[in-house]
Each structure stands twice: as C-alpha cells, then as structure tokens.
C-alpha cells in the first residue's frame, strides 16, 4: 500500500521520466480540484500531502534501503499542486506552471539544490519539489501578469469554463 501511495497510483513506474509522469499523473485530479472545489483545496492539499507523506517516505526508505527512489513522485504531486495553487487557474497558467515545475525539479537551482543535496529522508525528499513547486508559480505568476499588462493573454480561458 506504501508504494501504491508514494508512486502515485504506480505512475512513477515507468521507466523513462517517471519525475514527468507521476507530474502528468497529478494533473488530472489537480484539474478537477481547481474546476470543483477551487485554488485554496488545491493549496491545502499539497500542504497535506507534504506533511504526511514525509512519514511515509520516511518507513519506504527504510523498506526499501533507496533514498529519493526515482519512483517515488509522491513528492512531484505535492509540487505541482503547490505551484498550479499558486497560478494555475487558466489553461495557460495551467499548462505554464507544469513546465515551469519540471524546470525546477529536474535542474534543481540555488536553493532547490542544497535542499535536495543536504536535507536527508523524507523531509528532504518532499521540501526541494514544494521549493520547486513554490518557485514554479510565482515565476508563472510573473510571467503572466507581465503577459496581461501587454495584452498578450486574451484568448486564455479560465479552467471554470472548460468543459
């Protein structure tokens, strides 16, 4: 059941981007989270997910010998709900703040990086993707106000009205 958990429904299972996978995988309930309940569920869930799995990577790693088993995307979950959290509430800020989340989480600058580096079990494992997710939609927030200001977002629909 751990495992079930922590790889996301055995998204990360795959073999090629399992990173990229369990992300994409968060998506779909992400979508309807923001449709349905709205930004601030969304926001308090990868809160949640943050805390408790902690715990359960913590009890994984033990299991399993392996830290930051590339398989485990629980943590990619918790991010990307932070960042579309933070600016996802249209289709472009959406699809905007899943890119710019993979950047953070694959390339992992400044701050993200000495987290992942120097922060050990389950802590460090689900803190550098909310520092990625966190970072993710401001950087989305920016780039869209900017976008706004010099009226190059006119076509965006809001998640509301999709579908």
């Given at each position: ?19 990229t ?13 923001l ?38 995307v629980i ?59 966190a970072?993710?939609?401001l ?23 999709l579908?």
């Amino acid at each position: 059941m751990i495992k079930f958990y922590v790889t996301f429904f055995y998204s990360g299972c795959v073999k090629k981007a399992p990173g990229t996978f369990g992300t994409l995988a968060a998506l779909i309930p992400a979508f309807f989270i923001l449709k349905y309940l709205g930004i601030t569920t969304l926001f308090l869930l990868s809160f949640l997910i943050f805390f408790v799995s902690i715990k359960i990577i913590d009890e994984y790693e033990k299991q399993s010998g392996i830290h930051d088993d590339k398989h485990v995307v629980i943590d990619e979950v918790a991010g990307v709900f932070l960042a579309l959290a933070i600016c996802g509430n249209t289709l472009f800020t959406f699809i905007l703040s899943f890119i710019l989340f993979r950047i953070f989480d694959i390339t992992k600058p400044s701050i993200i990086g000495k987290i992942d580096k120097k922060t050990k079990g389950g802590l460090g494992v689900m803190l550098d993707d909310m520092l990625a997710g966190a970072f993710a939609g401001l950087l989305c927030a920016i780039i869209y106000g900017v976008m706004m200001k010099f009226d190059f977002v006119d076509w965006d629909v809001s998640l509301q009205n999709l579908f």
